[in-house]
């Protein structure tokens, strides 16, 4: 095994820079990750409400660095929709917030239009957002979900782990 030991490195005419564990590389402009925060939660949670309920624990505070700073958002869960009759849509919607504000719904669907059984489906969750909050102040990003009528819907389904994390990209 060969080791190269340098006090300076220059300047490259490639694009692929290759570094040893704990060192560091600086002048490559904007797109760095500034900071990360993330939360996870495993426990079941079950609503029939057809209003915006926050997801437990689906709730994390970041403050950027500059204004110009993006924020990347991922979030990952594992839901269930139970419908309770052949007329209900068997609709989950999971809506990704800034603060009080609504930046994105998805809607997750399940209709079989089969008689009068209860249907039900377990679907894995996934949701990226880039956000440009454009401030330097503490946002707090959260998922909220809510039922169609005459459905269940459940976060973390069979208690399995659900995730949001937010990271800081300096523009």
Known sequence: MSQLNVNTIGAR????????????????????VLQVVGATRATTQTTTSTSLVD??????????????????????DN?????????ST?????????????LTENELTAYDNEGNRVRSLTVPVGLVFLDSPS?????????QMKAASSTTVHSQTYDDTASIVAMEIGA
């Open 90 to 102: 068997g609709a989950c919607f999971y809506s990704l917030l800034r603060d009080s504000t609504v």
């Open 13 to 32: 005419t490639g694009t692929t820079v290759s570094l040893a564990s704990g060192h560091t590389a600086v002048g490559f402009g904007g797109g760095k």
């Open 135 to 143: 401030t330097t102040s503490q946002v707090t990003y959260k998922i």
């Open 79 to 87: 839901m269930l929709t139970t419908r309770s009759s052949d007329v």
């Open 55 to 76: 997801v437990t624990g689906m709730t994390v505070d970041i403050t950027p660095a500059a204004t110009s700073s993006k924020i990347l958002i991922k979030y990952s």
